[in-house]
Nanobody, 133 residues
Framework: QVHLVESGGGSVQPGESLKLSCTAS?????????MAWFRQAPGKEREGVAG????????HVVDSMKDRFTISRDRDKNTVFLQMNSVRPDDAAVYYC?????????????????????????WGQGTEVTVSS
């Protein structure tokens, strides 16, 4: 099992930057093979933002955000980050951290696919990002 705690959310103005963090505890070595960020805005469906493999560092940011968002990790601290630059009003949402172990039979090993399916075993409580001028 793993417990995920997000932090770093808050209120920003359009064009500003924000860095979110997610730290895993419990049994992070196995269950943080994949770590990812999702977001859900009011009245909208949850969408994948970015994902990373904690061991190798391979990462993927969805196309609509790849020019502004970056995902990174600190393996020693079992922490994954989401750097958000040039924040826009439509970035306002609750941002969730998610993790999972190595892909089981039938599960995709591709980060991009996992972001589409939201197929992750563990989820944090979320951190809210508001954007207002």
């Amino acid at each position: 099992q793993v417990h995920l705690v997000e932090s770093g959310g808050g209120s920003v103005q359009p064009g500003e930057s924000l860095k979110l963090s997610c730290t895993a505890s419990g049994d992070p070595w196995y269950y943080t093979y994949f770590m990812a960020w999702f977001r859900q805005a009011p009245g909208k469906e949850r969408e994948g933002v970015a994902g990373i493999l904690m061991q190798g560092g391979a990462s993927h940011v969805v196309d609509s955000m790849k020019d502004r968002f970056t995902i990174s990790r600190d393996r020693d601290k079992n922490t994954v980050f989401l750097q958000m630059n040039s924040v826009r009003p439509d970035d306002a949402a609750v941002y969730y951290c998610a993790s999972d172990g190595p892909p089981a039979s039938g599960q995709s090993a591709r980060i991009s696919n996992r972001l589409k399916t939201a197929d992750f075993a563990f989820w944090g409580q979320g951190t809210e990002v508001t954007v207002s001028s």
